[in-house]
């Protein structure tokens, strides 16, 4: 996936999010779903972060891959 097509998803998952989080009665399912676009943003970001990462070392950024949610949800920020 390219660079754009990626922030364009994580712009996406944020607009859902702040939708969300403007809403003045959460269902349980909304819950739930602010908690998946949470750690979703986690490994985009993540995933981005990778990308970049191996561009600058010149090295492919193909090779970069979305991490699992649990190796994610344990960064610090």
Request: hydrophobic residues 30%; aromatic residues 6%; without cysteine.
């Amino acid at each position: 996936m390219e660079d754009g097509k990626v922030l364009k998803h994580i712009e996406d998952l944020v607009a859902e999010e702040d939708k969300l989080h403007t809403a003045t009665d959460l269902s349980e399912s909304d819950i739930k779903r602010l908690h998946k676009i949470k750690t979703e943003l986690d490994q985009y970001w993540d995933y981005l972060r990778q990308r970049r990462a191996l561009r600058d070392a010149g090295k492919n950024p193909s090779n970069a891959a979305i991490r699992g949610a649990d190796t994610v949800e344990n960064y610090k920020e």
